[in-house]
T-cell receptor, first 118, second 113 residues
Framework: DVKVTQSSRYLVKRTGEKVFLECVQDMDHENMFWYRQDPGLGLRLIYFSYDVKMKEKGDIPEGYSVSREKKERFSLILESASTNQTSMYLC?????????????????FGPGTRLTVT | QKEVEQDPGPLSVPEGAIVSLNCTYSNSAFQYFMWYRQYSRKGPELLMYTYSSGNKEDGRFTAQVDKSSKYISLFIRDSQPSDSATYLCAMRDIIQGAQKLVFGQGTRLTINP
């Protein structure tokens, strides 16, 4: 079974703190993703990575950075947390496939981290 | 305008009803269509996927795609309380070789016993 784990289920931080969210996958997937999920807005892509040390901005990268030093681990960093970053953060991973069909495009999600910034 | 639009609901129906969940999209380059199910306090899980216009059936679930209208649907027959969840449509885009998914807002569904 594919497993994506996230370091914390619930996190409470203060405004201005540096926050690290960790994600680990055990299926040797090349691609990893960070999303945030907010009511009425769905899942929005923050950053993604398709290889070790590679990173690409998603749709809402402002206020975030990422690190991928090992294939199985993808970290999301909030350099200076703000109240508008209070959200559910979801990590996902997938195989790297550029052609063909089938279930290989599936993204596997972790359970999420509910971050509250006060 | 969002690339993918999904009615956020919430939707509440009695057990046994037929449920229809819908998404529209604007990018005609989308080729691969998925439905994810997300239970409360869990991450989304893939429920169904399809890549061509028409219907695909899996048990009580049917995924329908109409590429000419840029419209996809998920039908649930004989709905059960265990189907209560948030359902998200998703479509594949390709950026830098990674399969980026574009998600709808999600529809929160409750099946009442």
């Amino acid at each position: 079974d594919v497993k994506v784990t996230q370091s914390s289920r619930y996190l409470v931080k203060r405004t201005g703190e540096k926050v690290f969210l960790e994600c680990v996958q055990d299926m040797d997937h090349e691609n990893m993703f960070w999303y945030r999920q907010d009511p009425g807005l769905g899942l929005r892509l923050i950053y993604f990575s398709y290889d070790v040390k590679m990173k690409e901005k998603g749709d809402i990268p402002e206020g975030y950075s990422v690190s991928r030093e090992k294939k199985e681990r993808f970290s999301l960093i909030l350099e200076s947390a703000s109240t508008n970053q209070t959200s559910m953060y979801l990590c996902a991973s997938s195989l790297k496939r550029t052609s063909g069909l089938g279930r290989g495009y599936e993204q596997y999600f972790g359970p999420g981290t509910r971050l509250t910034v006060t | 305008q969002k690339e993918v639009e999904q009615d956020p609901g919430p939707l509440s129906v009695p057990e046994g009803a037929i449920v229809s969940l819908n998404c529209t999209y604007s990018n005609s380059a989308f080729q691969y269509f998925m439905w994810y199910r997300q239970y409360s306090r869990k991450g989304p899980e893939l429920l169904m996927y399809t890549y061509s216009s028409g219907n695909k059936e899996d048990g009580r679930f049917t995924a329908q795609v109409d590429k000419s209208s840029k419209y996809i649907s998920l039908f649930i027959r004989d709905s059960q309380p265990s189907d209560s969840a948030t359902y998200l449509c998703a479509m594949r885009d390709i950026i830098q070789g990674a399969q980026k998914l574009v998600f709808g807002q999600g529809t929160r569904l409750t099946i009442n016993p």
